[in-house]
């Protein structure tokens, strides 16, 4: 959606509860409708066309069960030849309806892989698990073509030395898909046997994780992290595990166990890029002026971007002409949240913060810029 462009993109964001508050959400979001009504019309659109290109967005109201099961917060998204888009988002963000030429994206970024994104690697005999998960949620991925789907014990060569071993095709005629089973093998061999296991699961996932950066954390019984340590290649593996079976624990509760290990990483990770930042002001190489940091967000050299929680700054930036317009007409658009999304994209660090906790409590944004 971030590329997305047309005269009348419709963003609405409006802060809703877990549970029992139902009639209480539906009111904000026909008020956050009765508000979209007027924009559209402001923008030139007849009242019949704006009610005919709300009608997906006031489907939601007719939808009892929809309104049982929310989060922290809903968006909705609307735009020409019907396009029609909703998320059910487990952040706060203040109510905000906006339309014009592109989507207002920003409040959503800290949920969709902004800088809380971490992997999760589970491991155990009988199953490997893949999953990607942020601050608020975890996701499976699917690794069933990188990495081997049968248990440790009878997928692989289970000891260097042939002489322990006898092998049964598994279902073809030997060769690559033969199966080792050992003989009297040892805690030596037995080490071997898993470490052979993970060098293939590290291969696999390799394939996948090449050039990415975010921290990994691993479940799996104590004694196979430092096995697994021992073969990874991934440049970012957390040194603490989730100890423990994670046969036994679902996703909900991996990822209860997985940030309460992986947010320290990032708490320090902010902290550290505070620093940086004051270092980077006295180097001239950061900016806590908006009017610099959005045409730099914009060309791609922003490092890592800091917004003050609830700000708007509109106006229109000219990247031809590399200008900026202040003001409130109707084709202007939040610049912090183009910043926001091109940081984003463009592989940077995004921070909301509070007044008190920005390094430069005044400005609205501050930005570290790109060494080259």
């Known amino acids: 959606m971030a590329k997305m462009k047309g005269s009348n ?11 029992n508050h139902s009639q209480e959400d539906q009111i904000r979001y026909k008020n956050a409708l009765k508000t979209a009504q007027t924009k559209l019309e402001e923008k ?36 020409s030849d019907g396009f029609f888009h909703y998320e059910i988002l487990p952040v706060t963000f203040d109510a905000y309806v906006f339309v014009g030429e592109n989507f207002h994206l920003s409040p959503m970024l800290p949920v969709l892989g902004g800088s809380s994104r971490f992997f999760l690697l589970a491991l155990s005999q009988n ?42 095709s598994s279902g073809r005629d030997g060769g690559e898909n033969a199966i080792y089973h050992g003989q009297g093998i040892g805690q030596d061999d037995k080490k071997k046997d898993i470490e052979a296991y993970f060098r293939e699961v590290n291969k696999g996932l390799m394939k996948m994780l090449y050039d990415e950066k975010p921290p990994m954390v691993i479940a799996c019984v104590d004694y196979l992290l430092p096995i697994y340590q021992s073969v990874n290649e991934y440049g970012n593996l957390f040194t603490e595990n989730i100890s423990g079976n994670p046969e036994q624990l679902n996703p909900a509760m991996l990822h209860e166990k997985a940030w309460s290990i992986i947010s320290r990483h990032f708490e320090s990770q902010q902290a550290e890029d505070m620093e940086r930042f004051q270092q ?41 002409k590399n200008e900026i317009a202040l ?11 183009l910043a926001a999304v091109q940081t984003h994209l463009n592989g940077g660090r995004v921070y909301w913060l509070d007044a008190e906790e920005m390094p430069v409590p005044t400005a609205s944004a501050n930005a570290i810029y790109r060494f080259e």
């Open 44 to 79: 030139g659109m007849n009242a019949k066309d704006a009610e005919h290109f709300l009608r997906p967005a006031r489907a939601l109201l007719e939808k009892e069960r929809f309104w049982s099961y929310l989060s922290d917060g809903l968006a909705v998204f609307a735009g």
């Open 9 to 19: 993109l419709l963003s609405i964001y409006v802060p809703t509860y877990r549970a």
């Open 327 to 337: 003001g409130k007409r109707e084709e202007y658009r939040d610049l912090l949240d």
């Open 127 to 168: 199953e490997v698990r893949f999953f990607e998960g942020d601050q608020y949620s975890i996701t499976p991925v699917k690794i069933e073509d990188l990495v081997p789907t049968a248990g440790m014990e009878d997928a692989f060569v289970l000891s260097d030395s042939h002489d322990a071993l006898q092998h049964h």
């Open 280 to 320: 980077a002001m006295a180097d001239d190489r950061a900016s806590a002026a908006p009017q610099q940091i959005i045409p730099a967000a914009a060309y791609e050299k922003v490092d890592t971007l800091f917004i003050k929680k609830g700000e708007h700054l509109m106006g229109q930036f000219d990247y031809d």
